[in-house]
């Protein structure tokens, strides 16, 4: 099932203050305090416009940059699985890209801050975009469980996760960027659901809470 460890160890104490310096700037450039300076200081209409479509560029960046500072390089080998088990490790981390993608496309290009950076290269005065990025509105106003909105209330942060956690050939460091990336997937869900909340209230928040799980169960 599992093949013979390497000894080699990999730079775990450098990756650590990398990824955690990333998690800490993306977390604070999500803020309504650093979303309220730069409105301040550029204007409305440069921050609707830009803000959101930037900040999914530098996630997209840093997370690329630091995955490959993860996976090249020297590391020590805690487990490694062989097949069939392997299929099954990688089959999951398929199904989990794909859940992932639905969830954006239940979101829809708002969450890429499409319409306000269109509205903005129109010449146009683009809205902000929504605090809570979540599931779907139903017709009669209540927040829709249906596709992986049903499976877990934040799909865009479990789902990415598994995909890590799901890895078939556990090193020391995939092992510790897996825990930091989790640990940032609950403390950022904790928060999305205080956005949620503000957002469409609490007795509406609270039925939908009945009808979808905070994490995959009840």
């Not at 305090?33 to 997209?60: C, D, H, M, T, W």
């Not at 954006?104 to 969450?111: D, E, K, L, S, Y």
């Not at 799909?155 to 890590?164: A, K, M, R």
Request: glycine letters at 10%.
């Amino acid at each position: 099932m599992a093949r013979p460890q390497t000894q080699e160890r990999g730079d775990v104490k450098g990756m650590i203050p990398v990824t955690v310096a990333f998690i800490v700037a993306k977390s604070l450039l999500a803020s309504r305090q650093v979303k309220g300076a730069v409105e301040r200081s550029l204007g409305a209409r440069v921050r609707n416009g830009l803000y959101r479509p930037l900040y999914i560029v530098f996630s997209a960046v840093g997370a690329i940059l630091i995955v490959r500072k993860v996976y090249k390089g020297p590391a020590k080998v805690l487990y490694e699985l062989r097949p069939p088990f392997s299929w099954l490790m990688r089959a999951g981390q398929v199904a989990c890209v794909l859940a992932t993608v639905e969830a954006t496309r239940v979101i829809g290009p708002g969450f890429f801050g499409a319409p306000q950076l269109r509205a903005f290269v129109r010449g146009g005065s683009p809205a902000a975009e929504p605090e809570a990025q979540g599931p779907a509105l139903e017709a009669g106003g209540e927040l829709a469980s249906r596709s992986v909105f049903g499976i877990t209330r934040h799909p865009n942060n479990w789902f990415p996760t598994s995909i890590f956690l799901l890895e078939p050939r556990m090193t020391d460091k995939r092992a510790a960027f897996c825990a930091l990336v989790a640990f940032h997937g609950l403390v950022g869900s904790v928060h999305e659901e205080y956005r949620l909340r503000k957002a469409y209230g609490d007795a509406r928040y609270d039925r939908y809470t009945k009808k979808a799980p905070f994490l995959f169960g009840r």
